[in-house]
């Protein structure tokens, strides 16, 4: 740990870096078992590639880390119940539907996929990388479903809801940031 950095300081500032809420579900002998990331990003686009993190002490993980596959559900605006239902820390999520409305297909490998959410990554384990307290695991994204909706976001803390869009002269969908375009301060992303 850096000289005087307490960890609810780091914890405060990654908390000012909005981000969407994911539930990463997988399949263990026909039980769907599931934790809510928002450590979760793209990493490549040849060959289609993500990552999540995950805490050692999650059970999610060694479930990851035996079956190979998951899924990565991108929660809708009116999913925070499911957000919180799989937050807690419980041995199993028999009562998913019952407590929190979380209802699941299967693709045709069986990993779950979550009723209602707006976006579903079906996904290979590739690698696992221990970093710190947690697991990056990387995997490569076989299938994704696309649904019309507005995200659940997560920031200070606190879940949210997309705002207004920010007016400017560019109304036009383009390439994300992280595909080499100028950003509000001129830099660009090599």
Known sequence: MVMGLAPAEFREAMGC???GVTIVTVD??????????NAFASVSMDPLL???CVDHRARTHAHLH???????NILAEGQRPISEYYA??????ERAEQEAGARFDRTAQGTPILHGALAYLDCRLQSAQEAGDHTIF????????????????FF????RKIGKEVAGERQKKGPAPSEG???PEGLTDV
């Open 66 to 72: 035996a079956k190979k596959r998951f899924g990565i």
């Open 138 to 153: 990387i995997a490569e994204v076989e299938n994704v479903v696309v649904r019309q909706g507005e995200p659940l976001l």
């Open 156 to 159: 200070r803390a606190q879940y």
């Open 50 to 52: 993500i990552l999540v």
């Open 28 to 37: 263990l002998d026909g039980e769907v078992h599931g934790m809510t990331a």
């Open 181 to 183: 375009v100028a950003g």
């Open 17 to 19: 870096f909005a981000t």
């Open 88 to 93: 807690r820390p419980v041995y199993t999520h």
